[in-house]
């Protein structure tokens, strides 16, 4: 799979066509298709890496650097997506309820990580239902 091929792939799982990655990167109509024939500088494969949420190292090659933390599927950003701008607080009420939740499930194998967390966390919430 080439460079080129990786980009359509990405941004179509995306629902982004070249043509808006383009505009989206502030280059200008049909630079990326280009790319096929003549290489691009890293500077702008950087800028579409940044713009896909994947790591420079996978458009040019195909292949995540061992131990890297760009393996996050679809899904996994897209959940970062949604707790990314609340509050700390919430973040953790999220965390430990989120932790239940996957315990709950037959094959979930989750080691303890918030067992404390998660009694401050029921103290909280006894706390504040106490007060309604």
Not at 36 to 63: E, I, Q, W, Y
Not at 74 to 83: A, N, P, Q, S, T
Request: aromatic share 4%; hydrophobic share 40%.
């Amino acid at each position: 799979m080439t460079l080129l091929e990786r980009i359509k792939m990405l941004s179509n799982e995306k629902g982004m066509s070249l043509s808006a990655l383009e505009k989206a990167c502030g280059f200008g109509n049909g630079t990326i298709r280009r790319w096929d024939t003549n290489p691009p500088a890293v500077d702008r494969v950087m800028v579409v890496a940044n713009m896909l949420h994947c790591s420079l190292g996978f458009l040019v090659t195909g292949k995540e650097a061992a131990g890297s933390d760009q393996t996050l599927t679809e899904g996994d950003r897209e959940v970062l997506k949604l707790i990314k701008d609340l509050s700390e607080k919430d973040k953790y009420k999220i965390a430990g309820a989120l932790e239940v939740l996957i315990r709950q499930m037959p094959s979930s194998g989750i080691a303890p990580l918030f067992v404390r967390d998660m009694r401050t966390q029921e103290a909280f919430s006894n706390a504040s239902t106490k007060k309604k």
